[in-house]
């Protein structure tokens, strides 16, 4: 059996300090100051609890949520509503430069899914050095490995602790980030054409 792995191209080119400051500025948020969120608002996504242990963090520490609405969003994003509305950012679909301003400006990424079927933004994340916390169940932890932090999705209070450990524990991101280069390396384009190739030659015996 040949595994071939999704295809995460590097972004064309990342920003400078003062543009990625001016990027996020015209989106009102502060570079280094904020977890990101980005996804389908729907209940695999994990939204409700993921407010729920964002309540926890403390200020300033805001969160911005970058995708569209799915099904049962309403009912996943309640808390918005109420003691978070000052502390959340919610955005639809936004153009690839700006989501690569978000990536590059971003403290944390917070993907908690409950079901993936490989999940891509945590592995886009590690290409701006952006760690990110995920599900330790699914397709994630394999797919991420030891450059992310892992966290059963279903214990909000956990999930609350490994968001603050992310934002505020420079050892702990140190550490993660120094495992991207090897996981980044299985979703690049030589590695993807050499595994297509190989079940090419063995077809061809």
Known sequence: ??????????????????????????LGIEPGRYGLFVGAVEPKKNIGRLLSAFMRVPEPWKLV?????????????ELINGPLRHRVVRMGYVPRSE??????????????SLLEGFGLPPVEAMHFSCPALISNQGSLPEVCGEASLQCDPYDVGKLSASMLDLLENDTLRTG??????????????????????????????
């Open 176 to 205: 993660l980030q120094q495992h991207m280069p090897e996981v980044l390396s299985r979703y690049a384009s030589d590695v993807q054409s050499q595994a297509v190739s190989e079940i090419y030659r063995r077809v061809a015996r």
């Open 65 to 77: 949520m970058v995708g569209p609405d799915g099904w049962q969003s309403a009912r996943e994003l």
């Open 99 to 112: 989501l690569t301003a978000l990536m590059q400006g971003a403290r944390a990424l917070f993907f908690p």
């Open 1 to 26: 059996m040949v595994n071939v792995h999704q295809l995460v191209p590097p972004p064309p080119s990342t920003l400078t300090e003062p543009e990625l400051r001016r990027t996020l500025r015209t």
